[in-house]
């Protein structure tokens, strides 16, 4: 049974950045094309970012050019480095696989304010 474990969440002003972290806690993470999700308050949870096994990435419009995914294979971890944040990035984060075939983590808070 796969368990996610995201951390990394935080308030942080306008234009500042954060970097979030994932541990996968099962086999195969390298082999699993994983994504970031994210649920802004009152919002339905929304695809932020995509990783596949090969290293290819994917982002929304909403995020492209700020935020960048990453992952160590070795250590089971995906991270999410955020730049540029505003205010509409506020809403808890989660990891996933891509499509999120997983249970799902508890996340972790992200607050985008002054």
């Known amino acids: 049974q796969v368990q996610l474990v995201e951390s990394g969440g935080d308030l942080v002003q306008p234009g500042g950045s954060l970097k979030l972290s994932c541990v996968f806690s099962?086999?195969?993470?390298?082999?699993?094309?994983m994504a970031w999700y994210r649920q802004p308050p009152g919002k339905q949870r929304e695809w932020v970012a995509t990783?596949?096994?090969?290293?290819?990435?994917t982002y929304p419009d909403s995020v492209k050019g700020r935020f960048r995914i990453s992952r160590i294979n070795a250590n089971n971890t995906l991270f999410l480095h955020m730049n540029s944040l505003k205010p509409e990035d506020t809403g808890v984060y989660y990891c996933?696989?891509?499509?999120?075939?997983?249970?799902w983590g508890q996340g972790t808070q992200v607050t985008v304010s002054s």
């Open positions: 099962g086999d195969n993470f390298g082999f699993t094309n």
């Open positions: 996933n696989a891509w499509p999120s075939t997983f249970s």
């Open positions: 990783m596949t096994r090969f290293g290819s990435t």
